[in-house]
């Protein structure tokens, strides 16, 4: 994923939620936030932010938070409305073990009469469901550690449930992370914040669903920035 003509500037605040305040050479922008998590550790004054521009003229706020560049220089992607895409193109290219570009591959699919999961993955019958989960937290005692959630998640304690019913039933399911910080080279279940989604997770992978993950790697080019998820790394439940 490219994304280009990127404004960078300073965070000064975010706030109700779905905004944020950046000072720029051009004077203070206020812009739109897409995360709806509490984006704990990232949203220090002063870390510099790297923001897209909407060409709809409708828009309140133009401008869209995608990474949030941390003092120590970490990349972090905030922006989760592009992680589906993220993962589309990383299924779509092969870079996801067990996923071939030959694969049917279908986005938001109903797999129950109350809900649907992020991607259907079709190959000779067999079925793979897989829920995306956007990752940004850093491990309290291990910086290179990242995990998930950030807050209290009964919405991703309820997907694991169905992820292990479709077990049940002969699909394959899985429970995809991915790993939005540069400096993320193993991931764990953040226990500390929602023990309840710790100790489900646990139990569904011992159901039969697979956790997995993918790690952003980010490339900075001038105002343009280069995301992919290519590769995978250790998990430790």
């Known amino acids: 994923m490219l994304l280009t003509n990127l404004t960078t500037g300073t965070l000064i605040r ?38 897209s521009l909407s060409d709809n003229k409708k828009r309140k706020y133009p401008h869209t938070l995608e990474v949030i560049e941390l003092a120590d220089k970490t990349m972090v992607m905030v922006n989760t409305a592009r992680s589906n895409r993220l993962v589309e193109e990383a299924l779509s290219n092969g870079w ?7 694969d049917q591959l279908r986005r938001e699919v109903k797999s129950s009469d109350r809900s649907r999961l992020d991607f259907l993955v079709e190959n000779q019958g067999q079925k793979t469901w897989i829920e995306v989960k956007n990752a940004t ?47 993320g080279q193993r991931f764990s279940p953040a226990a500390h914040i929602d023990p309840h989604y710790a100790a489900e997770l646990q139990k569904a992978v011992e159901q039969g669903v697979e956790a997995r993950n993918l790690k952003l790697d980010f490339d900075l080019e001038n105002d343009t920035m280069k995301i992919e998820a290519r590769r ?6």
Request: some cysteine; overall charge negative.
């Open 14 to 51: 975010r706030y109700k939620r779905f905004m944020v305040d950046v000072e720029t050479p051009q004077g203070t922008i206020t812009a739109h936030c897409p995360n709806t998590g509490s984006m704990r550790g990232l949203l220090d004054p002063g870390n510099k932010v790297f923001l």
């Open 96 to 102: 996801f073990k067990g996923v071939n570009k030959e």
């Open 137 to 183: 937290l850093q491990g309290e005692d291990d910086p290179n550690l990242t995990q998930f959630p950030d807050a209290v998640t009964q919405r991703g304690a309820k997907h694991l449930a169905e992820l292990a019913e479709l077990v049940k039933q002969g699909d394959k399911a899985v429970i995809l992370f991915l790993l939005s910080r540069s400096d």
């Open 232 to 237: 995978e790394v250790p998990i430790i439940l």
